[in-house]
């Protein structure tokens, strides 16, 4: 007598349809809350009246984190520990050629990390949220560029408006925080603005040329990430020497600044899984939703004033999400009846 399912049906194509859809879905759901979690999260880290922590010291932690993870689920990936250690091995150590091709993205993630905080202790986590979004601009700049790839007349569309809905929110006088006059002192959109858009590039160009790394080979996303945080751990402890004191690496890390740690680390592995399960459209909407979070979000935690020139600009700036993703349905070819 036979107890359970088969192991056929187990792994029968529908349910395999169906475990991608779940994951589909939940990723996207995970990827809106961590998008809107990090902009805040980081904001607010940045202003609390506690002994401040090193951005920099946070971006080492977050890829030791990160490291830890990605070798994790490569073990996971290769079914054994033994296995998984000769693959490691085998692709990063003995196809060092191969591996140092990723020190370009990996020093150049080290350093968006940085300006990520920069622009987050200067800009209110709304305006900075918005603003970043940016990196579509520069990111469809790099894939032309780069993969001389061809955009379609929409999503040049698209970014027309993205830039115009970024520059309606930095115009936007009266979308600030209220803050006293010492914080503001200490504070410079000139700066965050600046920090964030130099951050949209390195996230652009980093992103269009791991993509290129990824296409070239048959390297898994996770072993690639392996490679990619090893050889980010050196860059992130330079930048750390150079702006810090190596005697109080951990100085301000409370529990609040780990869990940032963690935000940040899973960000980027997050975004992997969306990739492989979810299209562009869903993910514009996760990013879109995130943005809105962030804005109602602000109004309540740092009483954000939300106005119409801001709105304006957020409106356009999602849309341009929207309409950069947007794939028009193939027409089904005419077929005549002949009698």
């Known amino acids: 007598m036979e107890v359970g399912p088969k192991k056929s049906q187990i792994y029968s194509p529908n349910n395999r349809l169906r475990h ?3 994951l ?15 902009g805040l999260s980081m904001r607010y880290a940045r202003t609390r009246n506690v002994v401040m922590f090193s951005a920099p010291a946070a971006v080492f932690m977050a890829e030791i984190l990160k490291l830890l993870i990605c070798i994790i689920l490569v073990m996971q990936e290769s079914g054994t520990l033994k296995k998984g250690l000769h693959t490691m091995y085998a692709t990063v150590i003995l196809n060092i050629k191969d591996t140092l091709r ?11 990390n940085n300006l990520l905080y920069v622009s987050a202790s200067n800009l209110d986590a709304a305006t900075y949220q918005v603003t970043y979004q940016l990196k579509l601009l520069t990111t469809a700049f790099f894939a032309v560029i780069v993969l ?13 408006l993205l830039a115009g809905g970024v520059a309606l929110v ?14 503001l002192q200490k504070q410079s ?6 920090a964030a858009l ?47 004191s190596a005697k109080d690496l951990l100085q301000g890390f409370d529990g609040f600044v780990w869990y940032l740690v963690v935000l940040q680390a899973a960000g980027g592995l997050i975004v992997a899984v969306v990739v492989k399960y979810a299209d562009n459209i869903l993910k514009g909407f996760a990013t ?10 602000s109004m309540y935690i740092f009483d954000f004033h939300l106005t119409v020139q801001f709105a304006a600009g957020t409106t356009l700036v999602i849309g341009s999400i929207f309409l950069y993703g947007y794939v028009p349905k193939k027409k089904e070819p005419r077929t005549s009846l002949s009698v």
């Open 20 to 22: 991608a859809g779940y």
């Open 24 to 38: 589909k879905y939940v990723s996207l759901v995970i990827l809106t809350i961590q998008n809107a979690a990090l």
């Open 102 to 112: 990723v020190c370009v993205p990996s020093f150049l993630y080290v350093i968006q």
């Open 148 to 160: 001389k790839r061809k955009l379609k007349r929409w999503q040049w569309c698209a970014l027309a």
């Open 170 to 183: 930095q115009l936007s006088s009266a979308a600030k925080e209220t803050k006293s006059s010492e914080d």
């Open 189 to 194: 959109k000139v700066i965050g603005f600046s």
């Open 198 to 244: 130099a951050a949209c590039f390195i996230s652009g160009f980093a992103g269009i040329y791991f993509e290129k790394v990824l296409k070239e080979s048959n390297i898994s996303v996770w072993m690639r990430n392996v490679q990619l945080s090893l050889l980010s751990l050196p860059f992130a402890a330079i930048t750390y020497l150079i702006k810090g």
């Open 288 to 297: 879109s939703v995130a943005i809105i979070i962030s804005c109602v979000a």
